[in-house]
């Protein structure tokens, strides 16, 4: 069993930048990873996920272009370097692994607790 940790959430002006981090107890190295984010009142919704070999990666229309998903598999770390931050991008972000690639929160079987993105306009 994946025990994932986000770390590198906060709060930042408009234009801003933070990078999560998600650190995994157990080996990931043949995982699929992504980044799902959960606003308030809403569904949680896909950001990014990378293939296990970190060739693939893949983005929502909304983040693409400013956000970079990668990972580190000697570290057991998955990251999104997150640029030109946006009110809308406010969002409690957590990372999930899974046996593949996929936009759906219900193919991950391993989630994160969370970590609060707060932009500020």
């Not at 994946?2 to 990931?28: F, K, P, W, Y």
Request: glycine share 10%.
């Amino acid at each position: 069993q994946v025990q994932l940790v986000e770390s590198g959430g906060g709060l930042v002006q408009t234009g801003g930048s933070l990078r999560l981090s998600c650190a995994a107890s157990g080996r990931i190295f043949s995982s699929y990873l992504a980044w799902f984010r959960q606003a308030p009142g809403k569904e949680r919704e896909f950001v990014a996920s990378i293939s296990a070999s970190a060739i693939n990666t893949y983005y929502t229309d909304s983040v693409r272009g400013r956000f970079t998903i990668s990972r580190d598999n000697a570290k057991n770390t998955v990251y999104l370097q997150t640029n030109s931050l946006k009110p809308e991008d406010t969002a409690v972000y957590y990372c999930a692994a899974g046996s593949l690639i996929s936009t759906r929160p219900t193919d991950y079987t391993n989630w994160g607790q969370g970590t609060q993105v707060t932009v500020s306009s």
